[in-house]
């Protein structure tokens, strides 16, 4: 495509996205006004579902053996024909768009995810409409459960991704808007302690307490902290503190969320933390056993895709930092960035320091400034969209890329 009509695509994307404001606008509150916690996110499953059939699109719902994801398919009418450009054809180049939808616990959409579902089906049904000769494929993801059960993780698993060529997502900020770096990868490791059970006052000699053996692997464990490299993270909850209080506790049990910037970190990190369980079991003559459930892998940066991201959304004129910035969370679009060449947008709707999955974020996000942030994502992410399809050698760079070429 010659650079006059790809400015005159870029122009429709963002007329029709304007002629559509009003409606994205209004799910995006919609769904913040009606907060569902992870695979229970049925209202805005269904309102993003019928929002894209309505729009054309051919909607699978019930996914991958989870109620509440689905996959919406449309392919332009340029789709398999030989596109002009820097390489070769390969086929029909599909490009995944991803939305999440579930809310927190207590304080609702506090990490905005009203505006990633919106914005996914928004930027597919826009380009659908502004660009319908398109030469290739979008399937519109919808993934539940990204804050607990890993939605994607599911659907990678279910071949889901199988076809696709690259992913695009946002997810609002606070502070600087930025192009998503690496994230952290996790592990749950769950500590179980089982002791002797006897009277705490008459014979707590003849007991084997459990509590104790948790309370020293926490103290072993924070004694650990300061002997890791920088990019760990270590935090806990103890789900099990005994029955009575008047009986040594025989069974306790405490969980660890480990994170670390690789998967091969985090195993190192799992190890260490084992170890301090043993250590407090030694002490304490408690019986230590460990259940070890891998999360989130780290995403895998894909700049080539990045790159074209960060410009659209400065064409529409967010100041972007330039490098992806590194996050200390973690998400399952880290999953996806492991399977396909994957870039992750991340606009601001609110200021620095606003802490997230908080009552102030989630305020944030049905704002003038979310608002602001979804038409913008939608425009953006359906014009990379666009690029990555009208652009075989941007597309073949960016797997290179992800194939440690350059």
């Avoid at 689905?70 to 390489?87: L, Y």
Wanted: net charge negative; proline share 5%; with cysteine.
């Amino acid at each position: 495509m010659d650079d006059s009509r790809r400015s005159a695509a870029l122009a429709a994307i963002d007329q029709v996205a304007e002629k559509h404001r009003a409606e994205l606008v209004d799910l995006s509150h919609r769904i913040h006004a009606n907060p569902e916690l992870f695979f229970k996110e049925f209202k805005a499953s269904a309102w993003l579902t019928e929002a894209l059939e309505k729009a054309g699109f051919a909607v699978k719902r019930g996914v991958a053996g989870l109620e509440t994801a689905f996959r919406a398919d449309w392919q332009g009418s340029g789709a398999g024909k030989s596109v002009a450009g820097e390489g070769p054809d390969e086929g029909v180049p599909t490009v995944a768009i991803l939305g999440e939808y579930d809310a927190l616990p207590d304080v609702g959409h506090g990490c905005g995810h009203n505006i990633i579902g919106t914005a996914a089906i928004g930027a597919a049904i826009v380009l659908k409409e502004a660009y319908p000769e398109l030469p290739g494929r979008i399937a519109v993801m919808g993934c539940p459960a990204e804050e607990d059960g890993g939605g994607k993780i599911i659907m990678l698993k279910a071949g889901l991704f199988d076809d696709v060529d690259a992913a695009l997502m946002v997810h609002p900020t606070t502070g600087d808007s930025k192009i998503g770096g690496a994230s952290l990868a996790t592990t749950t490791l769950t500590i179980n302690f089982k002791g002797k059970p006897s009277h705490a006052a008459g014979s707590p000699h003849l007991g084997i307490n459990a509590l104790d053996a948790v309370v020293q692997t926490y103290v072993n464990v924070s004694t650990l902290r300061q002997h890791v490299s920088p990019d760990v993270r270590m935090h806990c909850l103890i789900t099990k503190g005994g029955s009575v209080i008047n009986i040594v506790p025989e069974e306790a049990e405490v969980q660890y969320l480990l994170r670390a910037s690789t998967r091969e970190g985090v195993r190192d990190v799992v190890q260490r933390v084992k170890e301090c369980a043993n250590g407090a079991g030694l002490a304490t003559r408690a019986t230590v056993s460990f259940v070890e459930a891998e999360g989130y892998d780290a995403r895998k940066v894909n700049r080539t895709i990045g790159d074209v991201f960060r410009d659209h959304y400065r064409r529409l004129g967010e100041t972007m930092l330039t490098d992806p910035e590194p996050s200390g969370g973690s998400t399952d679009f880290g999953d996806v960035s492991q399977k396909v060449p994957a870039a992750n947008a991340y606009p601001r709707i609110g200021p620095k320091g606003t802490p997230g999955h908080s009552r102030e974020l989630a305020a944030f996000a049905c704002s003038a400034a979310g608002d602001e942030a979804l038409m913008k994502s939608v425009k953006a992410m359906a014009a990379t969209a666009l690029d990555i399809v009208i652009s075989p050698g941007l597309l073949a760079r960016a797997k290179r890329e992800f194939e440690g070429g350059q």
